[in-house]
T-cell receptor
């Protein structure tokens, strides 16, 4: 079926605005990850869900960042009171299971620009 | 936690030559090492992976080697083509990470025709 789908593809926000980024994982994938990728850098881990449970949010940079996956499928990453340093590509990835040998499949990402 | 170092940051080769990218990791319990290719503005795509019970894996022009003792792994691309030009990321899955990957900073490979 389809791969990981993210929307919007691009988002421009004024500093101080709230944004919501959506991720639709591959159907049946248990695990869902959010990564932040700054220009010229590798993806940096933000948070991880197994079904609807958020098992690791150690990578979220501040309490302005919040993620949810209420029904164990679609996930939303919300950033409150955006700052310029939040400008980056936000990548979502899913995998069939969370441990062992299951590879991560990435979406195309949402490029967030905070002006 | 796990830390992954990747070098070189940029690599330029002539078409037909080989390219080698190297990564080191810190967590000796890490057991899964994928490589991703990312073209400009596109998603990272898995090109090859290796698990800790294997020392080498090959898929056509791409191979990966793993040295668990030294905690390093390498990507080898032979007979490079212009379409191999992209940024390549190595990653490691650490102990108790529940599937999370820690990525290197990437290598920008340019293949000149």
């Amino acid at each position: 079926g389809a791969g990981v789908s993210q929307s919007p593809r691009y988002k421009v926000a004024k500093r101080g605005q709230d944004v919501a980024l959506r991720c639709d994982p591959i159907s049946g994938h248990v695990s869902l990850f959010w990564y932040q990728q700054a220009l010229g850098q590798g993806p940096e881990f933000l948070t991880y869900f197994q079904n609807e449970a958020q098992l690791d949010k150690s990578g979220l940079p501040s309490d302005r960042f919040f993620a949810e996956r209420p029904e164990g499928s679609v996930s939303t990453l919300k950033i409150q009171r955006t700052q310029q340093e939040d400008s980056a590509v936000y990548l979502c990835a899913s995998s069939l299971v969370g441990t062992g040998n299951s590879p991560l499949h990435f979406g195309n990402g949402t490029r967030l620009t905070v002006t | 936690g796990e830390n992954v170092e990747q070098h070189p940051s940029t690599l330029s080769v002539q078409e037909g030559d080989s390219a080698v990218i190297k990564c080191t990791y810190s967590d000796s319990a890490s057991n899964y090492f994928p490589w991703y290719k990312q073209e400009l503005g596109k998603r990272p795509q898995l090109i090859i992976d290796i698990r800790s019970n294997v020392g080498e894996k090959k898929d056509q022009r791409i191979a990966v080697t793993l040295n668990k003792t030294a905690k390093h792994f390498s990507l080898h691309i032979t007979e490079t083509q212009p379409e191999d030009s992209a940024v390549y990321f190595c990653a490691a899955r650490g102990r108790g990470s529940q599937g999370n990957l820690i990525f290197g900073k990437g290598t920008k490979l340019s293949v000149k025709p």
